[in-house]
């Protein structure tokens, strides 16, 4: 991948080291040689301070024996000369003032070779580098014989009885420069390529978890938000890790959310879309059911006024055509709005306890006459007394309509049935007449208001299409089931009822 974060990783921590690198490089270049004089001057005051103090000490120890002055220095002495100009890689020379006879360390000196150490010292190619003038001075001196450079410390002794000559070479110091460059350089190259392979590599495992996540990110852009990422770190990457995870089941709660709000939205929608449809077909049905008998109230008045019979039978009967077509309003305007208390929550549940067994027998008691006029033959075994839980005066509401259907309904053998079966904790009321099934693709629809399975004959009795309509809406009020189902010789219509709370 060509802007790969684990290429980017590897690239800059590659420069980094090349960089660290080249600055280790340009600055030995550049002090190191004048940090090797710095610590040279510091061996070489060192030693003298060292030489100084054993000279003390020893001269001290003549002193203190018989014998009183020192005419040479003891092996002790001379050892400890020796391994240090041997471990600092210094030449070291002392010289009695007096006489300048060489003393005994490092080995025999001649007054040749110390007068050739004095005129180095006094070489016009020299630079002082440091000047203790009670003690020594420090010189950088080239010596043209052998073409060297070196580091000189002249001075005397505290007793200022001996002189003292200490010499380091420098041309070591620039070759050791040299090779710990090079050194450097080749350490560079190799650590340089070593460490970008390593890199590559371990840049691996900063990279993988990023692109576990990318993954997850990619998936919950699709709305799967199943996939979690396993925290096993407490650095950066677990904490987002962390993020992610509670952003996916936040992301994942809040389209829930919204997708229940929508659907919300959308069923109020189409019940609103529902609810104008049913307000147009009401106002249509209502428009529909009040034209005939207002025309018919409207005609016939319109007939007693212009005396279009004369005789008292017609007008009788012309007044009578009125009431009825009035009365029908009446009903129909009384059904209706007792549905629309019922169905908006404006009629008062009032939950008791009475005997359904004796409703029944009321409701039948009441519409007797009509079982006479159409010659309907009535099966009721009463039972025991049935004590229910329910808003009496609905449930009487609901018999009411289902023996006044079953009565506009009945046809063949004339027989209409009331049933009462327990069933637990709830007990069935059904009413069955003989006649004709109810067509199937017309049972969901009888409970709606002014639907009408066989508009003539329901014309013929007065009927509007409301009854079924108050029964469904009196048996929701209640939370109980209603039902119609079509029988072999008819059709039954049953409710259900508690029997205990």
């Not at 023996?403 to 059904?430: F, P, T």
Request: charged letters at 25%; proline letters at 2%; aromatic letters at 10%.
């Amino acid at each position: 991948m060509k802007h790969s974060i684990r290429v980017r990783i590897t690239a800059v921590l590659t420069v980094l080291t090349i960089f660290t690198i080249f600055l280790c490089w340009l600055i030995n270049q550049t002090f190191l040689v004048d940090y090797y004089m710095y610590s040279k001057t510091k061996t070489l005051e060192e030693a003298y301070e060292f030489v100084d103090q054993l000279y003390q000490n020893e001269y001290k120890d003549v002193k203190d024996s018989d014998e009183g002055n020192l005419d040479s220095i003891s092996d002790d002495v001379a050892l400890a000369l020796e391994k240090l100009g041997s471990n600092k890689n210094l030449s070291i020379y002392i010289f009695d003032i007096d006489d300048l006879q060489p003393l005994k360390y490092p080995q025999g000196l001649t007054i040749k070779q110390y007068n050739q150490i004095k005129d180095l010292s006094e070489s016009t190619h020299r630079k002082i580098i440091k000047n203790e003038k009670n003690q020594y001075q420090i010189y950088k001196v080239y010596d043209e014989r052998t073409d060297t450079n070196n580091l000189n410390l002249v001075g005397s002794l505290s007793d200022k009885e001996q002189q003292i000559f200490i010499l380091t070479n420098l041309e070591s110091m620039n070759e050791s420069a040299h090779i710990a460059n090079k050194f450097l350089a080749y350490v560079g190259v190799a650590v340089t390529c070593i460490g970008t392979m390593i890199m590559f590599f371990i840049s691996k495992s900063f990279t993988k978890p990023i692109l576990e996540l990318s993954d997850i990110a990619k998936k919950m852009s699709d709305l799967d938000f199943d996939v979690k990422y396993p925290v096993s770190r407490n650095d950066e990457i677990g904490q987002l890790g962390t993020s992610i995870n509670i952003l996916s089941e936040r992301l994942e709660e809040t389209i829930s959310e919204l997708k229940t709000a929508n659907n919300e939205l959308k069923t109020d929608i189409e019940n609103k879309i529902q609810i104008d449809e049913m307000r147009t077909e009401f106002l249509s049905n209502v428009t529909h059911e009040l034209k005939t008998p207002i025309a018919l109230i409207q005609g016939y008045a319109e007939g007693l006024k212009d005396n279009v019979n004369d005789d008292e039978e017609s007008k009788e009967f012309y007044c009578d055509v009125i009431v009825d077509e009035a009365m029908k309003m009446n009903n129909m305007v009384k059904k209706l709005l007792s549905l629309n208390q019922i169905e908006y929550g404006n009629n008062q549940v009032n939950m008791e306890r009475f005997d359904i067994v004796a409703v029944i027998k009321s409701v039948l008691a009441a519409t007797e006459l009509f079982f006479q006029q159409k010659n309907v033959v009535l099966h009721f075994e009463e039972p025991d007394p049935i004590y229910v839980w329910a808003d009496e005066y609905m449930v009487e509401e609901v018999v009411t309509n289902y023996i006044s259907n079953a009565l506009n309904h009945v046809s063949g053998q004339n027989i209409i049935e009331v049933k009462l079966i327990q069933r637990e904790e709830v007990v069935r009321i059904a009413v069955f007449n003989t006649g004709d099934n109810i067509p199937e693709e017309d049972i969901d629809n009888i409970w709606i208001k002014f639907y009408k399975v066989d508009k003539a004959r329901t014309r013929e009795y007065g009927g509007n299409g409301i009854g079924l309509s108050i029964v469904k809406a009196i048996m929701n009020s209640l939370n109980r089931e209603c039902g119609v189902v079509n029988r072999q010789a008819g059709v039954e219509f049953w409710f259900e009822l508690d029997t205990k709370i």
